[in-house]
C-alpha cells in the first residue's frame, strides 16, 4: 500500500488514493486531519501529536517540537532520558505515528511513500527527509515539493485550458511560493523560491514578545524567562492569531509569579507587529514572478496553501496585488498531502507492464509533473587569474529536474577533490557547502595532465549525485566525505603559483550600507540609488587586469531593514555592483547594529584602507548596540561615513561616524552631490579628514 505525506513543521497529514481514485485524507485517533508535530519523552513511552502538544502547553519538559527547521543541522541534538535525537531521528518518530494508525484503519501496511518538502529545501534537509521515512522501512518513491504538490492536489489537470498558477505556501514554520504551468495533465513548475525559516510561528513568537514587553513594563516581571509561562503565554498567543481572522480583537492573558494582566490586542496592531514578516513573503512572491517574467495581469489564479493563509493580512496582499480573490474550495491543510498521495500512484504506475503509465484502472489520466530546484548547484574553482576561489555555478536554478551537466578538468595528481555547492553568489563562503567527493585513482600520461568529466546531477527528488568518467569515458570512483568544519581556506589566496602582480600601494575596500526600511519605499530609495551609482562613477572603479594595477579600489554593497543583507561582497566588476543597487526594495523595520556588524565580518580581513558609508532616514531599533558595533569598526581602524535624511537621528548617527565632520545631513534633492563628494575626497586622500 501507498502514501502521502505532509511531513510539516507544526502539522503533518497523510493521504491514500481511495476505491474512486481520489485522494483522501487519514483522521487521526482524535478524528482530526493534521496531527501535530510535537513529541513528548514520557520515561516509559514517546507520545506523538495533539496529547504531546497539550503536555507542551502544560509546561512539559521533555517536548520535541520545530525540529523541521532544524533539518539538515548536523549540530541539531536532543537529549530526552539519556538518549540523543537529531532531527532524522524525530522525524521519523512523527512519520511512525501516522504509519501506524493508518495502518489500523486501512488494514494494509504501508510500504511506499511520497513524502514533501519546502521547495526551498537543499540538498541535505531533502536527503534527511528521505532517511527519516527510510528509518522506518519505507520505500520513499519521491520527494516532492510542497507547492507543486499542492497544485497537484487541487485538482487542476479537469481544466483543459493552460493556466499560470500562483502558489502561496505559508505554513506553521517555513514558505514557499511557486509557479505552476498547467494544461490539462502536464504540470510544469516555472519557477519557486522560498525560506525555511519563516512561518506562522514567526507570527506567534511577535505577538509573544509583544504581551511579554507589555507585563514587563507592568509588573517588572518578564513572564518570558521562564519555559513553563513561555509555553502558556505560546498557547495563548496561537489561540488569538486564530481568533483575530475572525474578530477584530481579541485578549491574551498572562499568570505569572503572583501577577495577573490581560491585554487587548487589535487585528491591526497584529498586521503593524508582524508588518516585516509579510513583506519577506511579499518580495519572495515578486521575486518569482521576476524571475519567470511575469507580472500579476499574467497570473490565471493563487491557490493559497498552509495553515497561516487563513491571516486575513495575506488574503489582503492577493487581493490588492492580483485584482481578485485567491482560489477557494481547498483544504489549505490536507492539499499538500493529496498532491503527495498522487504522486505516489504516479510514480507505481509507471513500470512498462503497464501499457498507459499515466493512467488509472478507473479510466483517469494521471498528470505528468516537471519540477524545478530552487538552488542553483555549482562547484568551488578557481577565477581566471588563479588569485582567488570562486563559486561556479553549473545547473542553473529554476530548471526542470531531473537535471544533469558536466564540467571537465585538468589535473596532474592521482586524487581530485570537489567540493559541491548551492547558492547564486560568486563567493563560495556565501553558499552553502553540501558535500565533499573524492575522485580516486587517476592515471597519467607521462608529462601530460590527465582529462576527467566531472557530472552533477539533479535527480527527480531534486538530490545531488556526483559521478566521474575519464578521457575514455570510463566510470572512475567517486567517495562522498564529510565537509571540513573549517573552510576559511576559500578566503585566502589559493596556494599555487600564480602571475606576479605589482603591489598597489594604497588599496581601499568601500561598503555602502543603505537603509532600506518601509520608509524608504518610493523616491527616497530611487535617489539613494542614483547616489550610489554615481559615488561608483567618481570612485574610477577599474577591472582588474593580470599586469599591474595602479589604483585598487573594491566596493561593496550591503543593506538592512529589520535584518541585515549582503548584496554583493567587495569587488571591482562596476556592473555587478550597478545591479546589486538596482536590486534594493524597500520594506519592513529598521535595525543597523548587525548591518554594521555584517559589514565589519566582510572588512575586518581585508588590507589597506576600508570604509564603510551608511545612508539611514530614520530611528533603528538597538542604538546602543549599533554604537557598540560601530566603536568595533573604528577600533579596527574602518572609518564610518554617515549620511542621514528624512527623519534620520543626527545626534545618533554622530556616535556612528568615525569624526564629526563624517556625520553628514543631506537635504532633499542634495544626496548624489553629497555622495560624489564623499567619493571624490576617499578615493583621491584614501582618508576621511578632508570630509
Known amino acids: 500500500m501507498f502514501a502521502g505525506i505532509d511531513l510539516g513543521t507544526t502539522n503533518s497529514v497523510i493521504a491514500i488514493i481511495n476505491n474512486d481514485g481520489k485522494p483522501e485524507t487519514l483522521h487521526n485517533e482524535e478524528g482530526k486531519a493534521t496531527t501535530p508535530s ?132 505559508l505554513g506553521g514554520g517555513t514558505f514557499d511560493v511557486t509557479i505552476v504551468k498547467v494544461k490539462q495533465n502536464d504540470f510544469q513548475v516555472l519557477a519557486t523560491d522560498g525560506n525555511f525559516k519563516l512561518g506562522g510561528k514567526d507570527w506567534d513568537d511577535r ?96 491557490l493559497l496553501v498552509g495553515g497561516s493563509t487563513r491571516m486575513p493580512m495575506v488574503h489582503e496582499y492577493i487581493k490588492k496585488e492580483y485584482g481578485k480573490e485567491p482560489m477557494t474550495g481547498v483544504n489549505v491543510d490536507e492539499v499538500v498531502a493529496w498532491g503527495a498521495a498522487i504522486q505516489a500512484k504516479i510514480v507505481l504506475d509507471q513500470p512498462n507492464s503497464n501499457p498507459n503509465p499515466f493512467s488509472d484502472p478507473n479510466g483517469f489520466r494521471l498528470p505528468n509533473i516537471e519540477d524545478v530546484m530552487s538552488h542553483s548547484l555549482g562547484v568551488v574553482a578557481l577565477n581566471e587569474d588563479k588569485t582567488k576561489y570562486i563559486n561556479t555555478r553549473i545547473l542553473l536554478k529554476n530548471k526542470p529536474i531531473p537535471l544533469k551537466s558536466s564540467r571537465p578538468y585538468k589535473h596532474q595528481y592521482n586524487k581530485l577533490e570537489v567540493y559541491v555547492t548551492q547558492g547564486e553568489s560568486d563567493n563560495p563562503i556565501e553558499c552553502t557547502i553540501n558535500d565533499k567527493y573524492i575522485v580516486d585513482i587517476i592515471s597519467h600520461k607521462e608529462g601530460k595532465d590527465s582529462e576527467l568529466e566531472i557530472i552533477l546531477e539533479y535527480d527527480r527528488n531534486g538530490i545531488i549525485q556526483v559521478s566521474a568518467k575519464d578521457e575514455s569515458s570510463i566510470k572512475m570512483p567517486v567517495s562522498k566525505v564529510p565537509v571540513p568544519e573549517d573552510m576559511s581556506w576559500l578566503t585566502k589566496p589559493p596556494k599555487i603559483e600564480v602571475i606576479e602582480v605589482e603591489p598597489n600601494p594604497n588599496p581601499m575596500t568601500i561598503y555602502l550600507c543603505i537603509d532600506i526600511s518601509s520608509s524608504m519605499e518610493g523616491s527616497p530609495l530611487e535617489e539613494a540609488q542614483k547616489a550610489a551609482l554615481a559615488f561608483i562613477e567618481k570612485c574610477e572603479v577599474k577591472k582588474r587586469f593580470k599586469k599591474s594595477i595602479k589604483k585598487s579600489i573594491s566596493i561593496g554593497l550591503t543593506s538592512f531593514n529589520g535584518a541585515p543583507y549582503l548584496n554583493i561582497s567587495a569587488c571591482r566588476k562596476k556592473k555587478k555592483i550597478e545591479s546589486a543597487i538596482d536590486k534594493l526594495v524597500a520594506s519592513g523595520g529598521t535595525n543597523m547594529k548587525p548591518a554594521i556588524s555584517l559589514t565589519h565580518d566582510q572588512l575586518k580581513n581585508t588590507e589597506g584602507s ?77 582618508g576621511i579628514k578632508q570630509l
Not at 68 to 88: E, I
Not at 219 to 239: G, K, Q, T
Not at 243 to 257: D, E
Request: aromatic letters at 8%; proline letters at 1%; a negative charge.
Open 610 to 686: 576600508r570604509f564603510i558609508v551608511i545612508l539611514s532616514d530614520g530611528a533603528t531599533y538597538d542604538e546602543e548596540g549599533a554604537e557598540q558595533a560601530a566603536k568595533e569598526c573604528h577600533n579596527d581602524n574602518i572609518d564610518i561615513v554617515t549620511i542621514g535624511i528624512g527623519n534620520a537621528d543626527k545626534k545618533f548617527l554622530g556616535k556612528i561616524a568615525s569624526l564629526e565632520k563624517a556625520n553628514i545631513f543631506s537635504k532633499r534633492g542634495d544626496l548624489i552631490k553629497d555622495f560624489e563628494r564623499i567619493a571624490q575626497v576617499i578615493s583621491t586622500t584614501g
Open 207 to 302: 505577538i509573544a514578545l509583544y504581551v511579554g514587553e507589555q507585563f514587563n513594563n507592568e509588573f517588572d516581571l518578564n513572564p518570558l524567562d521562564e519555559i513553563d509561562s513561555y509555553n502558556d503565554i505560546l498557547v495563548s498567543v496561537e489561540e488569538a492569531k486564530k481568533a483575530l481572522s475572525m474578530l477584530k480583537k481579541t485578549n491574551i492573558s498572562i499568570h505569572y509569579k503572583d501577577r495577573k494582566a490581560s491585554y487587548e490586542i487589535t487585528r491591526q496592531q497584529f498586521n503593524e507587529l508582524t508588518s516585516d514578516l509579510m513583506l519577506r513573503t511579499i518580495h519572495l512572491t515578486e521575486q518569482v514572478l521576476k524571475d519567470t517574467r511575469l507580472t500579476w495581469s499574467d497570473i490565471d489564479g493563487v
Open 38 to 169: 510535537v513529541i513528548f519523552f514520557d520515561e516509559e513511552n514517546i507520545i506523538v501529536g495533539d496529547e504531546a502538544k497539550e503536555r507542551q502547553s502544560m509546561g512539559e519538559n521533555n517536548i520535541a517540537s520545530f525540529f523541521k527547521r532544524s533539518m539538515g543541522d548536523k549540530n541539531y541534538m536532543l537529549t530526552f532520558h539519556g538518549k540523543n535525537y537529531t532531527p532524522v531521528d524525530l522525524s521519523s518518530i512523527v512519520l511512525k505515528k501516522l504509519k501506524d494508525y493508518t495502518e489500523k484503519v486501512i488494514g494494509e501496511t504501508i510500504t511506499d511513500v511520497v513524502i514533501t518538502v519546502p521547495a526551498y529545501f537543499d540538498d541535505l534537509r531533502r536527503e534527511n527527509t528521505k532517511q527519516a521515512g527510510e528509518k522506518l522501512g519505507l520505500n520513499v518513491l519521491r520527494i516532492i515539493n510542497e507547492p507543486t504538490a499542492a497544485a497537484l492536489g487541487y485538482g487542476f489537470h479537469k481544466n483543459s485550458e493552460e493556466q499560470k498558477i500562483l502558489v502561496y505556501d
